[in-house]
């Protein structure tokens, strides 16, 4: 059930007005919200919701033992079960058939692949409910009150599929406050999600189905001009598609009375390859930062160490994005990118804007 579709439209218009009529009972609109967002995780990616929930679960429960226990030895055996559940179903429903072809392929074995469907949007909220966790193990935060609660921030429609990927300490907070929407948020969140969906639905979809698609299809029948301009045009597609999807889940939190982080900043624009990471998929770039690069030891430990964890960084950044060796590569270009234009900082002059620093 996508944000464009009219299915969609019809369900959020009446979903909306019962959220406003109970803005002011908060336990009520709490449970409403948590009950539509399960309901639309539903209809995205089937049974697969109890999977939402089992996380979940899981990681309130973790979490609360993390924050109530005084012995560092427990706290961290809580946090790496909490990242061995997490991390083993990603990987299990992510990259188990990926992993079988290519053991296959290495040693000419004849293992069959697994018939896995993968669930809808489990790499974003895999990555939202283990800051969470890491947050309250590194104490910059607090448990929240209930597990209604908590299933609120993991489950929140507007980014549950698709992102922008929502951290606990900026989140969490929201949800206790009074539920406030001036005219100026309310303006804002319509041209979010109008802008989004010109984006996503005019541009992007035009743009792929009437030219991207077709040169891709078959790039010997055409020029090298027009493959050239496919290439182009595919790079407006992604961002118009990627960057309209994450407009309108802002724009739609934002009717709500919450606020997301954005999640573009004009990346075309960027002058370097750090820029442009601190401008695409900005809820991305941070999380990695935060959760990954700075827990390896981010630019402490030398500069060969950092040179490490930035191409370790982006590699398993690509990673993340699928299960395929074109993504692997992908990070691959971009963490050795990285790495060049760290190198050369201190030899030429370069713009002074980094996503990938502690």
């Known amino acids: 059930m996508l944000f464009n579709s009219g299915l969609f439209l019809g369900l959020f218009i009446v979903f909306y007005f019962i959220y406003i009529l109970s803005r002011k009972t908060h336990y009520f609109r709490i449970a409403y919200v948590v009950l539509f967002s399960l309901f639309f995780y539903y209809k995205s990616s089937g049974v697969y919701f109890w999977l939402l929930i089992f996380s979940s679960v899981v990681d309130f429960s973790l979490s609360r033992l993390i924050y109530e226990e005084t012995q560092q030895f427990y706290r961290k055996f809580y946090l790496i079960v909490s990242l061995i559940v997490n991390l083993g179903l990603l990987v299990y429903f992510k990259y188990t058939n990926f992993f079988i072809e290519n053991f296959n392929i290495v040693v000419d074995g004849h293992i069959a692949l697994e018939n896995i469907i993968l669930p809808v949007g489990i790499s974003f909220y895999t990555f939202q409910t283990l800051s969470y966790t890491i947050d309250i193990y590194r104490k910059e935060l607090e448990p929240t ?59 992007s979809d035009y743009i792929s189905s009437n030219f991207v698609d077709r040169v891709f299809d078959a790039p010997n029948s055409y020029s090298a001009f027009e493959n050239l301009m496919a290439s182009y045009g595919y790079a407006i597609q992604i961002y118009c598609d990627f960057s309209g999807y994450s407009d309108m889940a802002i724009g739609l939190a934002l009717l709500m009375g919450f606020t997301l982080p954005p999640n573009f900043s004009t990346p075309y624009q960027s002058a370097s390859i750090t820029e442009f990471w601190r401008r695409w998929h900005i809820s991305l770039s941070t999380w990695l930062r935060d959760y990954l690069y700075i827990s390896m030891g981010g630019n402490r430990k030398g500069r060969i160490r950092t040179y490490f964890n930035l191409f370790m960084t982006m590699l398993l950044g690509g990673l993340w994005h699928g299960a395929n060796w074109k993504f692997v590569f992908w990070g691959v270009l971009h963490g050795l990118a990285l790495v060049v234009e760290r190198f050369f900082q201190t030899r030429i002059k370069l713009p002074k804007t980094s996503s990938l620093k502690q």
């Open 145 to 203: 009150k209930s597990f209604v609660d908590f299933l609120f921030f993991v489950s929140f429609f507007p980014q549950l599929v698709a992102g922008p990927i929502v951290r606990a300490s900026d989140f969490i907070p929201q949800m206790y406050q009074k539920l406030n929407l001036t005219k100026e948020d309310f303006n804002k969140a319509l041209f979010l999600i109008i802008g989004g969906l010109i984006k996503k639905a005019v541009i």
